[in-house]
């Protein structure tokens, strides 16, 4: 689905950012994967270097304008284009209520979740509008949530969804598409721990902390990384050739509009 086209993914890390990674390889694309760690993003090339795919790896700092940069100046070193940008990358505030919270805490999260993914899209606009291509920011499903725990996240994602919809606007006459993908709870480690830590808490086991955690949704179950990876690779590819502007929830049909 995805064989010929250049992608870039920052945000690499052990969850989403690997099964999107190893997801648009096994859909035949050529990657840019980038992160701070050198090390795991060696590895994952490796890997999905087995589907017959090229991958760059490029150390990078997405809130360090010099490093945003070197990543777009890599990519098109590399392979002379780039179809998607895929924004990834992203940092939690303190879950504290937001009247509580520092608003420097708050600015430096925002440095990461806002302005890298606009930083990162302005930089790679002229190559995408060359292969008429896309960007997509990874939102969350938290802009539907009111608990005040989650404040200073959905503040960031709130700002990033009203980011995406206005480059859709901006960027649309040069072929770009913008759009968003908003996953609630997936099930990959960083929240199986999480489960396991509310588990100890509530003196819970983790299946109980799961079915309380997909309770809500109409398939009973949480989605996984590789199928929000595939989710999210839809839009990458030609058979979202017509839609921009929009915000997909992959979330096991917790939430509805």
């Known amino acids: 689905?995805?064989?010929?086209?250049?992608?870039?993914?920052?945000?690499?890390?052990?969850?989403l950012g690997r099964s999107l990674a190893i997801e648009a390889a096994r859909m035949g694309a050529d990657l840019v994967l980038a992160s701070r760690t050198e090390a795991r993003l060696d590895?994952?090339?490796?890997?999905?270097?087995?589907?017959?795919?090229?991958?760059?790896?490029?150390?990078?700092?997405?809130?360090?304008?010099?490093?945003?940069?070197?990543?777009?100046?890599?990519?098109?070193?590399?392979f002379g284009r780039v179809d998607c940008v895929i924004n990834n990358a992203f940092a939690i505030p303190p879950m504290d209520p937001i009247t509580t919270i520092d608003?420097?805490?708050?600015?430096k999260v925002n440095e990461t979740n806002v302005f890298a993914p606009l930083r990162l899209s302005a930089l790679f606009a002229d190559a995408l509008s060359e292969s008429k291509g896309s960007i997509i920011m990874l939102n969350s499903c938290v802009s539907f949530s009111s608990q005040p725990e989650y404040a200073g996240y959905k503040l960031s994602k709130g700002t990033l969804a009203h980011l995406a919809s206005s480059l859709a606007t901006e960027l649309g006459p040069r072929g770009i598409r913008v759009n968003s993908v908003a996953p609630s709870y997936i099930y990959e480690d960083v929240n199986r721990g999480y489960f396991d830590f509310l588990g100890a808490v509530e003196?819970?086991?983790?299946?109980?902390?799961?079915?309380?955690?997909?309770a809500p949704t109409d398939l009973k179950r949480l989605a996984s990384s590789e199928e929000v990876a595939r989710g999210t690779l839809f839009l990458a590819s030609?058979?979202?050739?017509?839609?921009?502007?929009?915000?997909?929830?992959?979330?096991?049909?917790?939430?509805?509009?």
Do not use: W
Not at 203 to 214: F, P
Not at 239 to 249: E, F, I, N, R
């Open 43 to 78: 590895e994952l090339a490796k890997e999905v270097a087995e589907f017959g795919v090229r991958a760059v790896t490029v150390v990078t700092d997405v809130t360090d304008e010099d490093s945003r940069v070197n990543l777009r100046d890599k990519t098109l070193e590399a």
């Open 1 to 15: 689905m995805l064989k010929g086209k250049v992608i870039v993914v920052s945000g690499i890390g052990p969850g």
């Open 238 to 257: 030609d058979l979202a050739s017509a839609v921009t502007g929009q915000m997909l929830t992959i979330d096991c049909g917790e939430f509805h509009d």
């Open 103 to 107: 608003p420097r805490k708050l600015a």
């Open 203 to 214: 003196s819970k086991t983790h299946e109980e902390v799961y079915a309380e955690k997909a």
